[in-house]
């Protein structure tokens, strides 16, 4: 580490970023060339990269200058996508995974990134870093495209645990909010409960008592709970962070991804069908190829893991050079922001808010 | 009635859809703009529109050869959006809702078609129509465009109830795929139960049963069941029956809803961006148009209400005349078909099966 750390800074302080190299879909070559994008925009950026030695280097050696900004930490085991979380667990101490949560837990690196299993990433990261004070369930919080200002909204929990009670909501809300205000400037976020209709049916109970939690400490957490916002309005501006269960949040985000799919492949055909619609999109590539930008989640590549000790960001298994350079930049400005600290601080004071608003209307009601 | 039924249909026996014509945000000109589409294409039509007279009869005279074919029946109150659906039970008696559901129950009427409050059609359908004999939760199915040859997949349930135990998604599956079976002539559909991931936090312990329950029938019941499915592969051929909660497929609908028009008005502004685009667009103007058809949610519009004894149909709120009429052409067809009884026949027996096969198990492992 010492290795990186005195290496002269071309810029401020230097940020180190712990990255796990192996596991991904798209191999260390994709892991290194989103390492080599980001190096290029961010001067204060250093890196330590867990894996296979060999293989590491032989991407590393054409890129001399990303390699002496980059440490190398051989491991010699990988997490697969199909090992189970709690095998990995067992028996994953000697991966890359488990090595480059080790480094940001030693101080050593600011925050982590892998491509790699997501149930394992967690597993592993709570285990090491431990649970923020006042988390139940850490979730993950990814960027859903918007028509927002900030051009994205923030979705949590997307997957992390299949169950969340109201206080474990609140919570979400809470942790949301932060990451909205650290992640995208954004002073006082808009916080919305994720539900079904406006209708008598509306939703469950679980919901009902969270909405009154999140109610009582938005003011006191610096946000604005909208109330409950439905499937329709995640990428609206009517809202900056949507809180939901991780079940509900990973069918939204599968279904939206499902959704963009299918009418990017229907536009496609579409546009080849007639030798004047074939014109027509070549005049119109440019705009087409922007719009495909727009909507292509490797540009928001990126779940951010809230509620633990420490920054560890997942990247799509299946992200190029591209993505895991967008989930690099994330990390490495959540990093510089001090984010995980701020966020427990939010936690904590917006439990104790809750806890006293809560207990004196208790008090109140006797 | 007797004057419905004494016209001389102009192909075989003429099937009778009863319609709500008040309630849609829309109005009335709407319902009937609807209802005159689909006279057009089937000449074995016949309607009962229930309603506010004067208004009905202004736009009816507009259209001769519909009103011939058409029997007012003047209903004093209307259900509105807003209204919770207790409040309708209670107090709306006298509106055309509950008419237009009492003339299925009466037999009059062969299927019943509403623009109206979802909550409330479903709640008056239900005390009207009653349940079918071993169903404990009706669910609303839907159509969701898809890559499968026959354009469509189902989904169920889209939010009758916002829970469902194994048995009832066990219900869902033996119904969803009758619908299949009747409304896509699909002799053996595929049906998938909406799950999170594939790895080892797959899902609630409901789900696990389901699956369970829902493998011991699919030979018997004529259907293949193809397991746990992902939000992303709704849309997609794996499938053509997707089986969940109405929370969770309340949610997904309302998800791809705002990311269809998310995609598509972010196509609408990145065309007018250059004169190249937009030359590009008008060339392509045919082909885009027909993409926006194919994403058009009016085009799909028809929620059928399953598992009651009768067969009622609940268009969009915000429908317009093609809307409706896509929803009345889908009622048509299935009541034509004696879907209804089919549905019940196919639910019994399906728990018939299921309950030996349990029992026998059970025996077994005594």
């Not at 892991?31 to 204060?44: E, F, L, Q, R, Y």
């Not at 997490?79 to 991966?95: E, I, Q, T, Y």
């Not at 969270?210 to 990428?235: C, M, Q, R």
Request: charged letters at 20%.
């Amino acid at each position: 580490m010492a290795n990186t750390q005195n290496r002269t800074p071309r810029g401020g302080t230097p940020t180190v970023i712990s990255i796990d190299a192996m596991g991904g879909d798209a191999g260390v070559k994709a892991v290194i060339g989103g390492m080599a994008k980001s190096a290029n925009k961010n001067p204060d950026i250093r890196f330590i990269v867990h894996g296979d030695e060999a293989e590491i280097d032989l991407h590393l050696k054409r890129k001399p200058e990303l390699a002496a900004i980059t440490e190398i930490r051989a491991a010699q085991d990988v997490v697969s996508m199909d090992d189970k979380p709690s095998a990995a667990l067992r028996s994953g101490k000697k991966s890359s995974m488990w090595a480059a949560i080790a480094a940001l837990k030693t101080g050593e690196a600011q925050a982590t990134v892998s491509c790699g299993n997501t149930g394992a990433l967690m597993a592993m990261s709570t285990i090491q870093l431990r649970k923020a004070p006042g988390v139940a369930r850490p979730a993950i919080a990814i960027l859903w495209p918007s028509t927002n200002k900030q051009e994205y909204n923030i979705l949590l929990d997307a997957g992390a645990d299949i169950k969340a009670d109201s206080e474990d909501l609140l919570k979400y809300a809470i942790m949301g909010a932060s990451y909205a205000r650290n992640g995208m400037g954004l002073a006082q976020p808009r916080v919305g409960l994720l539900n079904v209709g406006t209708e008598e049916f509306k939703g469950r109970a679980e919901l009902q008592d969270a909405a009154k939690l999140i109610g009582t400490v938005a003011t006191s957490s610096d946000f604005e709970f909208v109330g409950f916002v439905e499937g329709s309005d995640i990428p609206s501006d009517r809202v900056d962070v949507i809180v939901t269960d991780g079940f509900t949040g990973n069918i939204a985000l599968k279904t939206a991804e499902g959704t963009a799919t299918q009418v990017s492949d229907w536009l496609k055909v579409a546009l080849k069908n007639t030798v004047f619609s074939r014109i027509g999109a070549l005049l119109a590539l440019g705009t087409l190829r922007r719009l495909k930008n727009r909507i292509d989640p490797r540009k928001v590549n990126g779940g951010v893991f809230l509620g633990l000790n420490g920054t560890v960001v997942k990247s799509h298994g299946g992200a190029d050079a591209t993505g895991v350079s967008a989930a690099i930049k994330l990390t490495f400005s959540l990093a510089q922001n001090d984010f995980s600290e701020k966020l427990t601080a939010r936690v904590a004071s917006g439990l104790a808010v809750s806890t006293d608003v809560l207990s004196n209307s208790e008090e109140a009601s006797k």
